[in-house]
């Protein structure tokens, strides 16, 4: 029995992995995290208690941590502040946890000699023209557009250094957009999925004719899984599934799987420095180390997400009221 740590295990991403390595391995997990206004405990509701251990903390607590990785095998790293449109208001928080808290978590990976994975992004590498044949690959120069996306790359190039210099022995993996349960309502799917059921237009950025490469959370949980067990140390795997969508197209999807007109929705003031497109080449994972999405089928995902939304709304609800207003307040 692996004992496992996963720091940000109570946000959207890690909290689907954590379910995933609870239902798919005998591993034991103990969860790190801040519970920041994106952390929610109860997205770790119904999980067997004698394999789950919670700890609220930060990752750039250094004895906190260090105490955690001392009784640890190996470490998932997933707390991030994640949102760029947060990142455009108030950057600082994003240093302090993307950068100071991924340095924390190296040094103590130094200090234990423990197996370390690094959840990054794709946004690391900028963006592609829409028309534009080629997708990120590994070998992609790193062009990061937002302060998150800086920040992200930044913590990447502490995995590369730290494995280097001091031989963590670290993986990194760059994902592309996730959808699913569990995902923020600050988040363009939710943000409009709930909109609808509150009786809000959905809004778009702009024309809308940005691109994202989707992929189901479950989907990046078990790529995830597979580096962790399989990877080779000192490597970066990219994660997609070849699920490129512009935002126009999913918005009209969205009204259509709730029962409204296509075109009932706002176009809003764009995002600074907007990212036109994101595609990811996940060839090297798949030839490499045999994983596949199984989730290939982008529309009854979103079917099942919207189901989640509808019939989760405590879940939701609390956060609501205070996204919208932040967004009225941008024009947005
Ligand atoms: P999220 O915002 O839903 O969750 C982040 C979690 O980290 C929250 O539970 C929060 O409380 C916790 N956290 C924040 N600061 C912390 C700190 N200082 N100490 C401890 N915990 C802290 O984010 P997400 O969408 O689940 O993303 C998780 C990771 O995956 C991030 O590293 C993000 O960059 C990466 N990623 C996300 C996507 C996506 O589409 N959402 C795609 C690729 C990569
Ligand atoms: O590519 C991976 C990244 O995907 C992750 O690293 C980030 O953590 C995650 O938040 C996500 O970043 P995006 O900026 O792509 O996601 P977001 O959900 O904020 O926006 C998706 C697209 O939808 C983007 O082009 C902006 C647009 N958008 C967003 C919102 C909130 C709208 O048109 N309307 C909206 O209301």
């Given at each position: 029995?692996?004992?496992l740590?996963?720091?940000g295990?109570?946000?959207f991403?890690?909290?689907?992995?954590?379910?995933?390595?609870l239902s798919?391995?005998?591993?034991h997990?103990?969860?790190?995290?801040?519970?920041?206004?994106a952390g929610?405990?109860?997205?770790?509701?119904g999980?067997?208690e004698?394999?789950?251990?919670?700890?609220?903390?930060?990752?750039?607590d250094a004895?906190l941590v260090?105490?955690?990785?001392a009784?640890s095998?190996?470490?998932?790293?997933?707390?991030?502040e994640?949102?760029?449109?947060?990142?455009?208001?108030d950057?600082?928080?994003?240093?302090?946890?993307?950068?100071v808290?991924?340095y924390t978590?190296l040094?103590?990976?130094?200090?234990?000699?423990?197996?370390?994975?690094h959840?990054s992004?794709?946004?690391v590498?900028?963006?592609?023209?829409?028309?534009?044949?080629a997708?990120?690959?590994?070998?992609?120069?790193?062009?990061?557009?937002?302060?998150?996306?800086?920040?992200?790359?930044g913590?990447?190039l502490?995995?590369?250094?730290?494995v280097?210099?001091?031989g963590?022995r670290?993986?990194?993996?760059?994902?592309?957009?996730?959808?699913g349960?569990?995902?923020h309502?600050?988040?363009?799917i939710p943000?409009?999925?709930t909109n609808v059921?509150?009786?809000?237009?959905?809004?778009l950025?702009?024309a809308?004719?940005n691109?994202?490469?989707?992929i189901?959370?479950?989907?990046?949980?078990s790529?995830?899984l597979?580096?962790l067990d399989?990877?080779?140390?000192?490597?970066?795997?990219?994660?997609g599934?070849?699920?490129e969508?512009?935002?126009?197209?999913?918005?009209?999807l969205?009204?259509?799987?709730?029962?409204?007109?296509?075109?009932?929705?706002?176009?809003v003031?764009?995002?600074?420095?907007?990212d036109?497109?994101?595609?990811?080449?996940s060839t090297?994972?798949r030839?490499e180390?045999?994983?596949e999405?199984r989730?290939?089928?982008?529309?009854?995902?979103?079917?099942?997400?919207i189901?989640?939304?509808?019939t989760?709304?405590?879940?939701w609800?609390?956060?609501?009221?205070g996204?919208?207003?932040?967004y009225?307040?941008?024009?947005?």
């Open positions: 029995m692996r004992k740590l996963v720091t295990g109570a946000g991403i890690g909290s689907n992995f954590v379910h995933h390595v798919h391995t005998d591993d997990v103990t969860v790190l995290d801040k519970l920041t206004y929610n405990r109860a997205s770790l509701d999980l067997p004698d394999r789950l251990r919670f700890v609220q903390g930060d990752i750039a004895e260090d105490g955690l990785f009784e095998d190996a470490v998932v790293h997933y707390a991030a994640s949102h760029n449109d947060n990142s455009l208001n950057p600082r928080p994003f240093l302090d946890t993307n950068i808290g991924t978590l040094e103590a990976a130094r200090r234990h000699g423990i197996r370390f994975h959840i992004t794709d946004e590498y900028g963006d592609l023209e829409l028309d534009d044949p997708r990120f690959s590994e070998t992609t120069p790193y062009n990061p557009s937002s302060p998150y996306s800086s920040t992200k790359a913590s990447d502490l995995v590369r250094a730290w280097r210099s001091f963590v670290a993986t990194i993996s760059n994902c592309s957009n996730n959808y349960p569990y995902q309502v600050e988040k363009f943000r409009q999925i059921i509150r009786g809000i237009r959905p809004k950025y702009g809308g004719e691109v994202r490469d989707w189901h959370a479950d989907d990046h949980s790529a995830v597979t580096i399989r990877g080779e140390i000192g490597e970066t795997y990219l994660i599934a070849d699920g969508k512009d935002n126009k197209s999913v918005v009209e969205i009204l259509e799987l709730m029962g409204e007109p296509r075109d009932a929705y706002d176009h003031t764009d995002r600074a420095g907007h036109m497109r994101y595609a990811i080449d090297k994972l030839r180390l045999g994983w999405p989730f290939r089928d982008f529309e009854s995902g979103l079917a099942a997400a189901d989640w939304y509808r989760n709304e405590a879940w609800a609390p956060s609501k009221d996204v919208e207003a932040f009225a307040s941008k024009g947005q």
